[in-house]
């Protein structure tokens, strides 16, 4: 028989690829790139071909929400250089990736046996299956992308070990632009016991034993109403797995390049995925870092202490932060003699380094059995939900993690007899010791009651007089700060209150940190989200600007201003409460590719239009004029109709009367965004406001920052670059690709226009504010904008962000020092 040639075979497949929507292909079908895909039958899963960079990948992505976030890369490691790629079956019933270019296989899915008639379909899942082409049974499936995954966990997927001894894990991606498998892996570690993230086979994070309900180590995994969660063990293997509850919230876990487990929800609303949780959530979940015996409690500073009735193993390298050597005993065990276990409770579980089980065994019989064991030196239940079973813990407890309220489970850890409270032993004595300590719990427990209203009655009272006395402490202990008196009318949170309302500041609240410190996201008792800002205990100059900010905005009330709902003082924490900002700030938008196409003109020319509004009022309408002397993107924040909001009082100096300018030895403020005679001279105004609220605009409106612009024609900045674009009558080069489609040109142009009048390198030049706004609302001429402040070419290297030290840098060949506190 004459044979067919390679190029005639892959001819002859290309006649019979898919032609119309379906879920699946025949051994005679193939998908082409570039031409029609496979979508699953309900519509919610893609599979096809897609570009990152100039590679090409085949891939199964989200359809029906979020349309083009990636689940599964087949060909990760090895990317199609151009559009000539075929996904198709084999002879023997494999599916293949060819590169029709040169005839080469680059990904093969290989199955478990031959098919005789086999069918690849993209199942609602998300999963793609091989199956014999009338095979329904899931547990027949010849292959399955599930059992190869990438960096993504959605529902119905199982990360663990199967039957057969499959073993199914994720990989990060090298970086969010490269499928490459990266440093870290998710998997099931080899007790069969935990999930671990992972990087070259050493533990960077555990979730800590599964408990009946969920992991010790993860208390943030709770029962909800938008998915359920599982650890099974049986005879289909040993794996971690979640399904949706509510089929109209779907959500995925994604193992990121530095090995984080984010979990995002995608919200209708606003057509975005949601970040809901992390893990590591924070620093005591990275692994081990405080040694044997030591616990780990994020609520402290340092981190690392050793557990109660425990001491650290070398006292000078613990001084020195340096826990690596944990802890010991502070009485060693005499097993001989008699030893007992103390109870700790709300804690992570030790790692499971050197561990039995018993699954039948009651919490008491756990003790008797691990009592009787000189070498068992802790125990667990296993299963709280039955109360039957235990872990057992033979040599160091390593990586144990403090809990409060919620989370974590009781351990109890072998302890020498005098180091308990109460004798273990049940002698006639012990047992008399035991019933005079319960006597005098329960007379002490009658007296506490007894204070107890007593003390309720007169904690309101106290309330606001401590409130105020901690800010009178406050002002005393603070340096002077030059501002006006009067009277603090700003309501006080309780500490308790506003740890409760960010789970005790956990990381996965944690919205981001700058000079002053980590800003949290918060929701108090009545459902409102708040934004609490923590002034970091190492910024001494914070306190200023702590001080600073809630006498300066307390009273200002306007929309475009965020507004504060109160602060807390108490022993050393400084923390202002803010409302919630949910689309965060403009920066994240206007800087990046993906976030940036959902700020069309319009959006844009609200967003300036609400910014010199607020400033308008900071400058002019408020009680006290005010100068903001660090307005920038980072600094404007969204609610959640993309409405702007002034924000970071922080540096802020007010004026009474007829004031409007100062001088300052103390120069604030970010490089890019300050105005020359300020940055030069210390010399601030209304004017430097408006020079900021110039970059800004320009920066909206091109996408570009102005620190760090580069162009290969001229070594300009931004500022420079669109006022020689002006001046040419070019500057629709200006304006962000992105936004060409939706721009009013005419308007692009007033408001370039406008931005180059704010920037002027003379500030007697440059429009107050209510031109400004005048300007930007209505269509009369406009005066002509002269040479932009910072024009001359520069030479210097620009880094990207403010300095907390001192920098001498050349602007204008001139030399200058900045203290920048931000």
């Given at each position: 028989?004459?044979?067919?040639?390679p190029?005639?075979?892959?001819?002859?497949?290309?006649?019979t690829?898919?032609?119309?929507?379906?879920?699946s292909?025949s051994?005679?079908?193939?998908?082409?790139d570039?031409?029609?895909?496979?979508?699953?039958?309900?519509?919610?899963?893609?599979?096809?071909?897609?570009?990152?960079?100039?590679?090409?990948?085949l891939?199964?992505?989200?359809?029906?929400?979020?349309?083009?976030t990636?689940?599964?890369?087949?060909n990760?490691?090895?990317?199609?250089s151009?559009?000539?790629?075929?996904?198709?079956f084999?002879?023997?019933?494999?599916?293949?990736?060819?590169?029709?270019?040169?005839?080469?296989?680059?990904?093969?899915?290989?199955?478990?046996?031959?098919?005789?008639?086999?069918v690849?379909?993209?199942?609602?899942s998300?999963?793609?299956?091989?199956?014999e082409?009338?095979e329904?049974?899931?547990?027949?499936?010849?292959w399955?992308?599930?059992?190869?995954?990438?960096?993504?966990?959605?529902?119905?997927?199982?990360?663990?070990?199967?039957?057969?001894?499959?073993?199914?894990?994720?990989?990060?991606?090298?970086s969010?632009?490269?499928?490459t498998?990266?440093?870290?892996?998710?998997?099931?570690?080899?007790?069969?016991?935990?999930?671990?993230v992972?990087?070259?086979s050493?533990?960077?994070?555990?979730?800590?034993?599964?408990?009946?309900?969920?992991?010790?180590?993860?208390?943030?995994?709770?029962?909800?109403p938008?998915?359920?969660?599982?650890f099974?063990t049986?005879?289909?293997?040993?794996?971690?797995?979640?399904?949706?509850?509510?089929?109209?919230?779907?959500?995925?876990?994604?193992?990121?390049?530095?090995?984080?487990m984010?979990?995002?929800?995608?919200?209708?609303?606003?057509?975005?995925?949601?970040?809901?949780?992390?893990?590591?959530?924070?620093?005591?979940?990275?692994?081990?870092?405080?040694?044997?015996?030591?616990?780990?409690?994020?609520s402290?500073?340092?981190?690392?202490?050793c557990?109660?009735?425990?001491?650290?193993?070398?006292?000078?390298?613990?001084?020195?932060?340096?826990?690596?050597?944990?802890?010991?005993?502070r009485?060693?065990?005499d097993?001989?003699?008699?030893?007992?276990?103390?109870?700790?409770?709300?804690?992570?579980?030790?790692?499971m380094?050197?561990?039995t089980?018993?699954?039948?065994l009651?919490?008491?019989?756990?003790?008797t059995?691990?009592?009787?064991?000189?070498?068992?030196m802790?125990?667990a239940?296993?299963?709280?939900?039955?109360?039957?079973?235990?872990?057992?813990?033979?040599?160091?407890?390593?990586d144990?993690?403090?809990?409060?309220?919620?989370?974590?489970?009781?351990l109890?850890?072998?302890?020498a007899?005098?180091?308990?409270?109460?004798?273990p032993?049940s002698?006639?004595?012990?047992?008399?010791?035991?019933?005079?300590?319960?006597l005098?719990?329960?007379?002490?427990m009658?007296?506490?009651?007894?204070?107890?209203?007593?003390?309720?009655?007169?904690?309101?009272?106290?309330?606001?007089?401590?409130?105020?006395?901690?800010?009178?402490?406050?002002?005393?202990e603070?340096?002077?700060?030059?501002?006006?008196?009067?009277?603090?009318?700003?309501?006080?949170?309780?500490?308790?209150?506003?740890?409760k309302?960010?789970?005790?500041?956990?990381?996965?609240?944690?919205?981001?940190?700058?000079?002053?410190?980590?800003?949290?996201?918060?929701?108090?008792?009545?459902?409102?989200?708040?934004?609490?800002?923590?002034?970091?205990?190492?910024?001494?100059?914070g306190?200023?600007e702590?001080?600073?900010?809630?006498?300066?905005?307390?009273?200002?009330?306007?929309?475009?201003?965020?507004?504060?709902?109160?602060?807390?003082?108490?022993l050393?924490?400084?923390?202002?409460?803010?409302?919630?900002?949910?689309?965060?700030?403009?920066?994240l938008?206007?800087?990046?590719?993906?976030?940036?196409?959902?700020?069309?003109?319009s959006?844009?020319?609200r967003?300036?239009?609400?910014?010199?509004r607020?400033l308008?009022?900071?400058?002019?309408?408020?009680?006290?004029?005010?100068?903001?002397?660090?307005?920038?993107?980072?600094?404007?924040?969204?609610?959640?109709?993309?409405?702007?909001?002034?924000?970071?009082?922080?540096?802020?100096?007010?004026?009474?009367?007829?004031?409007?300018?100062a001088?300052t030895k103390?120069?604030?403020?970010?490089?890019?965004?300050?105005?020359?005679?300020?940055a030069?001279?210390?010399?601030?105004?209304?004017?430097?406001?408006?020079f900021?609220?110039?970059?800004?605009?320009?920066?909206?409106?091109?996408?570009?920052?102005?620190?760090?612009?580069?162009h290969?024609?001229?070594?300009?900045?931004?500022?420079?670059?669109?006022?020689?674009?002006?001046?040419?009558?070019?500057?629709?080069?200006?304006?962000?690709?992105l936004?060409?489609?939706?721009?009013?040109?005419?308007?692009?142009?007033?408001?370039?226009h406008?931005?180059?009048?704010?920037?002027q390198?003379?500030?007697?030049?440059r429009p107050s504010?209510?031109?400004?706004?005048?300007?930007?609302?209505?269509?009369?001429p406009?005066?002509?904008?002269?040479?932009?402040?910072?024009?001359t070419?520069?030479?210097?290297?620009?880094?990207?962000?403010?300095?907390?030290?001192?920098?001498?840098?050349?602007?204008?060949?001139?030399?200058?020092?900045?203290?920048?506190?931000?």
């Open positions: 028989m004459e044979k067919i040639s190029l005639l075979l892959l001819f002859l497949l290309s006649l690829s898919i032609s119309a929507a379906l879920d292909i051994a005679a079908q193939s998908v082409r570039g031409g029609p895909t496979l979508i699953s039958a309900g519509g919610f899963f893609e599979l096809g071909f897609f570009s990152i960079k100039s590679n090409r990948y891939g199964i992505w989200f359809k029906k929400i979020s349309n083009g990636t689940v599964w890369v087949a990760r490691e090895t990317p199609l151009n559009s000539t790629g075929l996904f198709t084999d002879s023997r019933g494999n599916l293949i990736l060819l590169n029709q270019e040169n005839n080469l296989t680059v990904w093969s899915g290989n199955s478990s046996k031959p098919a005789r008639n086999p690849a379909q993209l199942l609602d998300g999963n793609l299956v091989i199956r082409e009338n329904i049974d899931p547990d027949k499936y010849l399955q992308s599930f059992y190869h995954a990438d960096k993504t966990f959605i529902p119905g997927m199982k990360i663990g070990r199967l039957a057969g001894g499959q073993d199914v894990h994720l990989s990060c991606w090298k969010a632009d490269d499928p498998k990266g440093e870290y892996i998710y998997e099931l570690d080899p007790t069969g016991l935990q999930m671990v992972s990087k070259n050493i533990f960077s994070a555990r979730s800590g034993p599964w408990n009946g309900i969920g992991y010790s180590g993860m208390p943030y995994l709770k029962p909800n938008i998915f359920n969660y599982s099974i049986s005879e289909k293997g040993t794996y971690y797995t979640f399904e949706l509850m509510n089929t109209s919230v779907f959500t995925r876990v994604e193992l990121n390049p530095k090995g984080v984010d979990r995002y929800a995608w919200i209708d609303r606003t057509q975005q995925w949601n970040l809901i949780s992390s893990a590591p959530a924070d620093n005591c979940d990275m692994y081990d870092i405080c040694g044997p015996h030591g616990s780990c409690d994020i402290n500073a340092p981190v690392c202490s557990l109660d009735k425990f001491v650290p193993n070398n006292r000078n390298e613990w001084g020195r932060a340096d826990w690596t050597g944990g802890c010991i005993r009485t060693p065990l097993c001989k003699n008699g030893d007992g276990f103390v109870k700790y409770i709300n804690v992570k579980s030790p790692d380094l050197n561990y089980i018993d699954s039948s009651t919490m008491e019989e756990c003790r059995t691990c009592l009787n064991n000189c070498s068992c802790a125990y239940s296993s299963n709280i939900v039955t109360g039957r079973g235990c872990y057992f813990w033979f040599g160091d407890l390593l144990i993690k403090q809990y409060y309220d919620e989370g974590g489970q009781d109890y850890i072998r302890m007899l005098s180091e308990l409270v109460e004798s032993s002698s006639g004595k012990g047992k008399q010791k035991v019933i005079i300590a319960s005098v719990s329960s007379a002490l009658f007296l506490l009651v007894l204070c107890l209203g007593l003390w309720i009655r007169n904690k309101k009272r106290k309330k606001q007089q401590n409130a105020q006395a901690s800010w009178e402490r406050y002002e005393e603070s340096y002077s700060f030059d501002n006006h008196d009067e009277e603090l009318e700003l309501p006080h949170f309780d500490i308790s209150v506003v740890a309302a960010t789970d005790n500041f956990s990381f996965n609240h944690l919205l981001g940190e700058g000079g002053f410190g980590p800003v949290y996201k918060g929701t108090l008792k009545d459902g409102q989200e708040i934004a609490v800002k923590r002034l970091s205990k190492e910024s001494r100059q306190l200023d702590f001080k600073n900010e809630v006498k300066c905005i307390a009273k200002l009330q306007h929309r475009n201003l965020v507004k504060l709902l109160g602060y807390c003082v108490h050393d924490e400084r923390i202002l409460i803010y409302e919630y900002m949910p689309n965060k700030s403009l920066d938008y206007i800087f990046d590719e993906s976030r940036s196409k959902q700020l069309d003109w959006i844009r020319f967003i300036i239009n609400g910014i010199s607020g308008l009022y900071l400058h002019q309408d408020s009680r006290l004029r005010i100068i903001h002397r660090d307005l920038k993107l980072s600094n404007v924040l969204l609610d959640n109709e993309l409405n702007p909001k002034i924000s970071d009082f922080g540096m802020a100096r007010s004026f009474g009367g007829n004031e409007t300018a001088n103390r120069v604030v403020g970010t490089y890019g965004y300050m105005a020359p005679e300020y030069i001279d210390g010399l601030f105004s209304v004017k430097s406001d408006v900021s609220f110039g970059v800004l605009v320009l920066e909206i409106i091109s996408g570009k920052k102005n620190r760090g612009f580069t290969p024609d001229h070594q300009l900045n931004l500022l420079g670059h669109a006022w020689k674009l002006l001046k040419d009558g070019r500057y629709q080069e200006l304006v962000d690709e936004m060409t489609e939706s721009c009013d040109f005419s308007q692009v142009l007033r408001t370039v406008v931005g180059l009048l704010c920037v390198q003379d500030p007697d030049d504010m209510s031109s400004v706004v005048l300007m930007l609302s209505s269509e009369g406009l005066p002509e904008p002269k040479e932009p402040g910072f024009f070419e520069r030479k210097m290297y620009e880094g990207e962000t403010s300095s907390s030290k001192q920098e001498s840098c050349s602007i204008n060949d001139m030399t200058i020092t900045l203290i920048d506190v931000r």
